[in-house]
Structure formats: C-alpha cells, structure tokens
C-alpha cells in the first residue's frame, strides 16, 4: 500500500474539523488547478457505486459527470439527444409489440442487438454530428466546473467507451475514423484513468447478461487504452467495495496534490 501514501499538507487535518470544513478549505487550495479523474472498467465493475460513495467520502470538492456513450444512463445530455433516445425507445417498443414479443417495463437501448450497421451516407454524418455535439456539450459542462473549482470525476469516458485502442488496425467506416481522430487528437484527456479492474469470471458473477467471453475482451481492450489518460492506475476490485473506495480516493488526493506541488 505504500504506492498510496500521499502529502497532503495542502489540506488541514485538524481533528476538530468536519468534513464540511475540510471540504472547503480543500476548495480554496485546488481553485489554482483543474483536476479530471475518469473511473473505467467493464461493467459489473462498479463504477457507478464507487463514484456515488467518493462523493460522500472525499474532502476534495468533486462534480460527478456521466462520460458514456448511454444517454439512458447520462446525467448530462443534450435535448436533442434526449428526444432521439426516447424516438427509439418507442419505435422498439412498437417493434416488440408488433412481433407479439413482451414489452418490458423499462426499455433499454444498451445492448449490441440495437446497433445499426448499415446506414446511409446522411445517416452516418448525422449520427456523427449527435455525437461530437453530446461529447462537446458535455466537455463544456465539465469546464464549467472546473473554473468553479471542482474535481470533475467522470463515470465512464468517451475516449475508453467510443474510441478503439491505439493498435486497432481493422477498417471503419470514414464517419468512424473522423470522429475517432477527433477523439484521439482534439478531446481533452482525463488527468487521471483509474480502471476499476477484475477477472471475467468475477465480472459475470455480478454481471451474468453478459458473457464472460464478452467482458474478458472488454476489460483487455480498456488495458490497451491506458494511454487515453495522463496518468493511469489500475484498482483491483475483488476486494471488498469499501477498502476499494478508500484505495480509489487516496489515488485521486495524491494525484491532485501533485498537480498542485507542480
């Protein structure tokens, strides 16, 4: 655990102090920095868990953001996005029926039965368009917060969710490859990577609708992108959610007590 210890002799660690105190003096001496920090890992990895948890634990002013290419799951999104998301939802729904197949209560677009592989040369400009404005629109919001002096602390990143590892040599179509260049050459990196890592097997375990086969690629294919992060760490979550909570905050207040000594 010694790759944890931090200097953290930028924030007071009276013990008299709440934590409502060391928050913010902690806001005063991170409003000379911005600080980013991605949580990625397949899913089943709990990302969303320990991102909610640190909001609660950690002394740093943190602003949650949704970075995935979901919209269902996003809680920053364009309108427009929105109304696309939901005409979906309803012509899906309307398939199902149609086909006398049973309407779930919740409808959700996430899986790769929904993807579409064939499109037009308009359609594919315009879905590239949706997503270079979802993933600006939300760009901007974390800007935002961090000239107000927040830790942007995103769940998910688009870099890690849309974009293929460095070495993928296989074809895409041009729609795919100019929005992956703009990704890889123009989208603003995360300070921090923390890929909140597992064996498949232990993935499954908490994630059974997807095969063990599927998540094995995916967290292989998130190693290979470890170079989409300025710094990037690996956490290993079969230990318990609490002890991987404290591991993952430690790992964000020494990565921003080193931006802030540099």
């Not at 729904?93 to 677009?109: H, M, N, Y």
């Amino acid at each position: 655990m010694a790759c944890w210890t931090m200097n953290m002799s930028f924030i007071a660690q009276k013990p008299e102090q709440t934590k409502l105190e060391q928050k913010g003096n902690t806001r005063e001496s991170t409003r000379s920095f911005h600080s980013t920090v991605a949580l990625i890992g397949p899913d089943g990895s709990g990302k969303t868990a320990v991102a909610k948890a640190l909001l609660e634990r950690c002394p740093l002013p943190l602003k949650y953001l949704y970075m995935g290419t979901s919209i269902e799951s996003s809680n920053v999104a364009l309108p427009t996005s929105r109304l696309v998301h939901k005409w979906k939802v309803y012509q899906h729904k309307k398939s199902l029926q149609r086909s006398g197949k049973t309407v779930p209560e919740k409808i959700t677009l996430h899986g790769p039965e929904h993807r579409v592989e064939t499109r037009g040369k308009l359609g594919a400009f315009g879905r590239l368009l949706r997503r270079v404005s979802e993933e600006l629109y939300r760009q901007l919001h974390s800007w935002i917060y961090q000239l107000r002096g927040n830790v942007v602390l995103y769940d998910r990143h688009f870099l890690f969710d849309a974009c293929p590892p460095p070495s993928d040599t296989g074809k895409h179509r041009f729609t795919d490859q100019v929005h992956n260049w703009f990704l890889r050459s123009l989208y603003p990196r995360p300070g921090l990577g923390i890929l909140l890592d597992a064996p498949a097997e232990v993935l499954y375990a908490r994630k059974p609708e997807i095969s063990v086969e599927d998540l094995e690629r995916d967290r292989l294919n998130l190693i290979q992108k470890s170079c989409y992060a300025k710094e990037f760490v690996t956490v290993d979550v079969t230990k318990p959610l609490d002890e991987v909570i404290d591991i993952v905050n430690n790992l964000i207040l020494e990565h921003c007590s080193k931006q802030h000594r540099d």
